[in-house]
């Protein structure tokens, strides 16, 4: 994580955690990825670096063909990606981490606790940042939207701030979980927008 004395020296950090990072963490971080580069968004002029990784990752896994599918329709590249584990330097490099559920969320805080300030489900970080005013950088977003935390309501069911895994389920499951990862983004990439700077 970043703080204000090394911010102006290295690239924001996004990062996606899922379990296998080959379905939802990895098409998550590729359709950001995209978005942010299609619109020209930097932090304070340096670029956004976005990654993924697992909490149960096998590197000999690769993206179910369902998956790739859903990163080509909504414009992300799949290509080349590999299933990485989550470990503790991975946490502590990111500035803001975004994990598919709440289970996700708490194997990050266990691996680093102090990194639970920036660490939200995706659906959970797109409900907040929407209720947040643009802020000098990314950096600065990311806490603003941290202390929103106890500010906006909780949705009415939990477990609408996860995001249900559609590993070796239906083509219909894959399908909606790639559009609702698809309308999370583009809610989270306007919002990082107008914190951002444009190239």
């Not at 940042?129 to 309501?153: I, K, M, N």
């Amino acid at each position: 994580m970043t703080d204000a004395t090394t911010a102006d020296t290295r690239p924001f950090s996004v990062l996606f955690v899922c379990t296998g990072n080959i379905c939802r963490s990895a098409l998550g971080a590729q359709l950001l990825k995209a978005r942010l580069d299609a619109a020209g968004v930097t932090a304070g002029g340096h670029l956004i670096r976005v990654s993924s990784a697992g909490t149960g990752a096998q590197p000999e896994l690769v993206m179910p063909p369902e998956v790739v599918e859903q990163s080509r329709r909504f414009g992300g590249d799949p290509s080349g990606h590999v299933a990485r584990q989550l470990d503790r330097d991975i946490v502590a490099d990111a500035d803001l981490i975004l994990t598919a559920t709440r289970e996700h969320r708490s194997d990050v805080a266990r691996l680093l606790p102090r990194a639970s300030r920036v660490t939200f489900t995706v659906p959970q970080f797109a409900r907040l940042v929407a209720e947040t005013e643009p802020a000098a950088d990314l950096w600065e977003l990311a806490a603003e939207v941290a202390a929103e935390r106890g500010l906006v309501p909780p949705p009415a069911n939990a477990d609408d701030d996860d995001i249900e895994d559609p590993y070796r389920r239906s083509a219909e499951t894959y399908e909606r979980v790639g559009a609702q990862i698809d309308a999370l983004i583009e809610v989270i990439v306007t919002h990082l927008a107008r914190s951002g700077d444009r190239r």
